[in-house]
């Protein structure tokens, strides 16, 4: 099941929409969404509305908008397990941060959408566009190998889905691959896409339908062909309506393709050698750098100088046209260091609340569990079934010691208890120290007759330490009473709280008689 057939509410009028779009009309398409967002309770056509109208905001490049839209999109297909809704909404999210020059966001979204993405079990026609979308957030970032990777991938998903191929030829993404060829000295390859762009242009033509070709579609194919006269090659004629000067005037009212028209002027005037009309269309062309990249004003106005025989203001311009690249180029270096600096930090952060988390769940003194890990740790056991008994180890003539020696020998002494007891203890039993010296141990699925074996073993093996040259005169020995711990649910609490009272009556019991017997 596609996307689409999921939404219930204002089907028509969302379809419309996006009819509106691909005709280039992004302004009426928002004022059709405002309305299905005013009327509709359904989340999955709220969702629609909302990604059409970031598709639109972006197309009209409305940028004041375009953070609040992005989030208000994004929280609405938060709660829905649809990877395409998501992946679409990521792929727009990145052309509007990229647009807003936020370009750790941008390369963040950029990743999530090709996860979300490539996780569509059942593409369809609206998984295309999504690619599609993606396509142009690579391309407009520089990223133009994984543009032309994302392009190729919405073809095929469109082709399948019955779209004409000609509606994926994104002349726009090859067309700013080639001008970033000529930006970084490679004129050459430059004009290799741009011809390669042209015979496509000849294909539809010849084999297509030309009308179907999107707006900024044949604004591209128009900015292709002045840009290879700019360079200085001959273009032979087209069908016609379809050379340069006509495809850039029917290149639609978008951002973009005010951008490609007003350089597109500019190329012409080269071309022609109309030279002060391109210096004055220059010094006035305001357009996103994010349309054809930073360097394109000053790469032209390069060949606007080699075109008047000015060599020497051609090489400055050319100069300049290069550092600019190279500064898009020194940005997403910039930001992929600093990426890997923030990582870094994040790592070292987890791992200071995971030693914090250690620290606050253990004994410093002994390195073992403390009461909250014990608390924890009988819950856990307890609800999940298994039976268990509680030990509780107190030491005998602990006082004399710290009496006698000072505190620093009673920290020494704790210590070698703590790993006498660990040492005689089963497989998988639990140990922990329960404060001053007081040690409780958990035997999980063992009974009593268990635990009085294990008892035994701890007294013996405390008994045979050398205590007299660690404090001598006085003798540490240690006495254990245990119980089982019964219950479950609201009541495990207060089977702890029993468990513990029994054991440490048990305890003192033991004491007890060790005292009777000598």
């Known amino acids: 099941m596609g996307w689409l057939d999921q939404v219930t509410d204002q089907v028509e009028e969302l379809t419309r929409a996006r009819e509106l779009m691909e005709r280039d009309r992004s302004a009426e398409a928002v004022g059709q969404l405002d309305l299905v967002l005013a009327r509709t309770t359904d989340p999955y056509a709220r969702a629609d509305a909302l990604v059409q109208r970031l598709s639109a905001l972006i197309n009209l490049g409305r940028t004041a908008e375009y953070a609040r839209a992005a989030e208000v999109a994004l929280a609405a297909a938060e709660d829905l397990a649809e990877p395409y809704l998501k992946g679409h909404l990521h792929a727009l999210a990145a052309?509007?941060?990229q647009d807003l020059g936020a370009l750790d966001r941008c390369v963040t979204h950029?990743?999530?959408?090709?996860r979300a993405l490539e996780s569509v079990t059942d593409p369809d026609q609206e998984t295309a566009w999504a690619w599609h979308d993606l396509a142009m957030a690579y391309s407009y970032l520089g990223f133009h190998g994984y543009a032309l990777g994302a392009i190729e991938q919405a073809r095929v998903l469109g082709t399948r889905a019955g779209i004409a191929e000609e509606m994926f030829a994104a002349p726009g993404i090859r067309l700013r691959n080639a001008v970033a060829l000529d930006h970084n000295g490679d004129s050459d390859g430059c004009l290799r896409v741009l011809r390669d762009i042209g015979a496509d242009l000849d294909r539809i033509l010849a084999g297509?339908?030309?009308?179907r070709l999107r707006p900024s579609s044949l604004a591209a194919y128009g900015y292709a062909l002045a840009r290879r006269g700019a360079l200085g090659e001959q273009v032979g004629p087209r069908a016609r309506g379809h050379d340069a000067a006509a495809l850039l005037a029917r290149g639609g009212y978008g951002a973009r393709s005010h951008d490609l028209r007003r350089l597109g002027d500019v190329c012409l005037a080269i071309t022609a050698g109309r030279l002060i009309e391109a210096a004055a269309r220059l010094d006035t062309a305001a357009v996103a750098?994010?349309?054809?990249?930073?360097a394109e004003p000053a790469r032209l106005r390069s060949?606007?100088?080699?075109?008047?025989g000015d060599h020497a203001a051609a090489h400055r311009a050319d100069r300049h046209a290069f550092r600019l690249a190279v500064q898009r180029t020194d940005r997403l270096r910039d930001m992929y260091v600093d990426g890997i600096a923030t990582r870094i930090d994040h790592e070292e952060l987890r791992r200071t609340a995971e030693q914090y988390a250690g620290e606050a769940m253990t004994d410093p003194l002994t390195g073992l569990a403390n009461r909250r890990q014990l608390d924890k740790y009988v819950e856990t056991m307890i609800s999940l079934g298994r039976p268990a008994v509680i030990?509780?180890?107190?030491?005998?003539?602990?006082k004399a010691v710290n009496t006698a020696h000072g505190h620093h020998a009673g920290d020494l002494v704790l210590q070698r208890v703590a790993g006498v007891i660990n040492r005689?203890?089963?497989?998988?039993d639990f140990v922990a120290r329960y404060g001053g010296d007081e040690f409780v141990v958990v035997l999980t699925g063992a009974g009593l007759a268990e635990a009085g074996e294990v008892a035994r073993r701890i007294g013996q093996a405390v008994a045979a330490e050398d205590w007299e040259s660690l404090v001598p005169g006085t003798p540490v020995e240690v006495s254990i009473g245990f119980a089982e711990v019964t219950g479950s649910g609201a009541a495990l609490r207060e089977a702890l709280a029993s468990a513990f009272d029994v054991a440490d009556r048990e305890m003192m019991r033991a004491r007890s008689r060790a005292r009777a017997a000598t």
């Open 95 to 97: 052309l509007a941060a």
């Open 110 to 114: 950029l990743v999530r959408s090709v």
């Open 208 to 211: 297509g339908d030309p009308s």
């Open 289 to 294: 750098t994010e349309t054809l990249g930073a």
């Open 303 to 308: 060949l606007m100088y080699a075109h008047s």
């Open 391 to 398: 030990g509780i180890c107190d030491l005998d003539g602990f």
């Open 424 to 428: 005689v203890m089963r497989r998988g």
